[in-house]
């Protein structure tokens, strides 16, 4: 069974940082790749950053340069490190995995986490 549970979501300042994790369990890496979409109120889900079991890795426009994605394979685990958050980051932010030969978009996704609060306060 799939399992992917995410933490670190919370209420940080604009300028401020925050890092997610996700730990990543039930299939095999090689086959996958694993990343972050977010969706705020009334918006689209949107694929921000997914990376792949060689770490290669995918960045949206929106979040080039600001955000890190990084993995540590020994504990199947994911990071998502956010700098320089702004308002218009605000958003649930899900962890997923989806088959590495398809572009990042929801739609292509089997499987997901729970989501995680992010609030930026201007």
């Known amino acids: 069974e799939v399992h992917l549970v995410e933490s670190g979501g919370g209420l940080v300042q604009a300028g401020g940082s925050l890092r997610l994790s996700c730990a990543a369990s039930g299939f095999r890496f090689d086959d996958y790749a694993i990343g972050w979409f977010r969706q705020a109120p009334g918006k689209e889900r949107e694929g921000i950053s997914c990376?792949?079991?060689?770490?290669?890795?995918y960045y949206d426009d929106s979040v080039k340069e600001r955000f890190t994605i990084s993995s540590d394979n020994a504990k199947n685990t994911v990071y998502l490190q956010m700098t320089s958050l702004q308002p218009e980051d605000t958003a649930v932010y899900f962890c997923?995995?989806?088959?590495?030969?398809?572009?990042?978009?929801?739609?292509?996704?089997?499987?997901w986490g729970q989501g995680t609060q992010v609030t930026v306060s201007s």
């Open positions: 990376i792949y079991s060689d770490g290669t890795t």
């Open positions: 997923a995995a989806a088959p590495r030969t398809l572009a990042w978009k929801y739609w292509f996704v089997p499987y």
